[in-house]
Every structure is written in C-alpha cells, then in structure tokens.
C-alpha cells in the first residue's frame, strides 16, 4: 500500500467528510482494512506539536476510510492551510494510508 496524497478543502462552520479508497499500489487492487483501526489528526504543519482537531474515522466498507468534523469544530478553525494525514493499525503494522493540505475556508454567511 502506497501512501494516497489528497488535499481537501473544510468550509469553516460546515459539517465536513470526505471518503478515501485504499489500494494496494503494487496491483491497484482493494485493501482491505478489516481489523484495522485509523486516526486522524489536523495540524498547521506537520512538525507542530499541537493537534488542532481530531477528525472522526470510520470505515464505509472493507476498503473506504471516512474523516469527518462536525460544524462546531469547524466553526472554530481559523481559515488557512494545514496538514492532515491518516494513519491505519492493524496491531502489528502502523502505516501512513493518507496525507496532504487541507484548506479551511472562511464562510461569508454563519
């Protein structure tokens, strides 16, 4: 499995999810993460030492993670560029599956 590069926009003040298919990079087929768990985390860059949000995982189906943030922790992001990335665990491998920017936009209406 390669890591899958990403960048993703949040809008500020809106619920926001986005869903990513994991593949193994020496066949294109499907990973599968049966018995994996994953975490998420938002930074401003990715040597910071403080998480700015901590995005809800789940798994759509054997080979999809989902991230997701509600409207009240994206309300309270200030618009900018950041880094994600997701990492997956299976109890005897950690690996990055995910990584990228992510832009959080100001809304004009709240």
Request: no cysteine; aromatic share 10%.
């Amino acid at each position: 499995m390669a890591v899958y590069v990403s960048n993703i926009t949040i809008p500020a003040g809106e619920d926001f999810e986005e869903t990513f298919t994991i593949e193994n990079y020496n066949n294109n087929t499907l990973f599968d993460l049966t018995g994996y768990t994953a975490k998420s985390h938002l930074k401003k860059h990715p040597s910071s030492l403080n998480t700015t949000a901590v995005f809800v995982i789940s798994f759509p189906n054997p080979s999809k993670i989902k991230i997701s943030l509600g409207s009240t922790i994206t309300s309270v992001l200030k618009p900018g560029r950041y880094s994600y990335d997701i990492f997956i665990d299976n109890g005897s491998k950690k690996r990055k599956a995910v990584e990228g920017s992510a832009l959080v936009t100001a809304g004009v209406t709240t």
